[in-house]
């Protein structure tokens, strides 16, 4: 799991740079819905990925480039208590980091009692910046590397 937010020439090269401080931007990403399956390990950070590797992740991003404007992205992640699951939230907006973060935080209490499920663990990535100079991109990410 994690965040980053980072400027660029355009928004796409901000998305990039961001990418690049979370070590996953050589690598190809495939977007994957937020099911996570029973007793997953968590791996804090992604080591030794070859260049161009399709890299499975659930993820949450924005970009802009207009000036004085806050942008968030945010991942909320809840396991069952009895680890037979969890799930993933992403939410990104022109908001501040605290409310993407609640935002996340809402959506996974919900998705856990439509299916009937006790929350034992709730986790939560965020990244946040504001429009300056230079367009800015921010973004959060979990890696579910195939078991």
């Known amino acids: 799991m994690g965040a980053a937010a ?17 070590g996953i931007g050589n690598v190809n990403l495939v977007k994957l819905s937020s099911v996570i399956p029973a007793h997953i390990e968590w791996m804090e950070e992604v080591h030794d990925v070859p260049i161009g590797m399709l890299l499975p992740t659930v993820y949450a991003h924005i970009e802009s480039d207009e000036a004085g404007v806050t942008v968030s992205a945010a991942l909320g992640v809840g396991i069952s ?67």
């Open 6 to 22: 980072a400027e660029g020439g355009t928004k796409l090269n901000a998305f990039d740079n961001a990418l690049l401080k979370l």
């Open 81 to 147: 208590r009895n680890n037979e699951g969890g799930l993933i939230y992403e939410y990104s907006g022109q908001c501040t980091r605290e409310e993407a973060e609640e935002m996340v935080r809402r959506m996974t209490e919900e998705g856990f009692r439509q299916r009937g499920w006790e929350l034992g663990e709730f986790r939560v990535v965020s990244a946040s910046a504001t429009v300056k100079d230079k367009p800015v991109a921010a973004i959060a990410v979990v890696v579910m590397f195939p078991y």
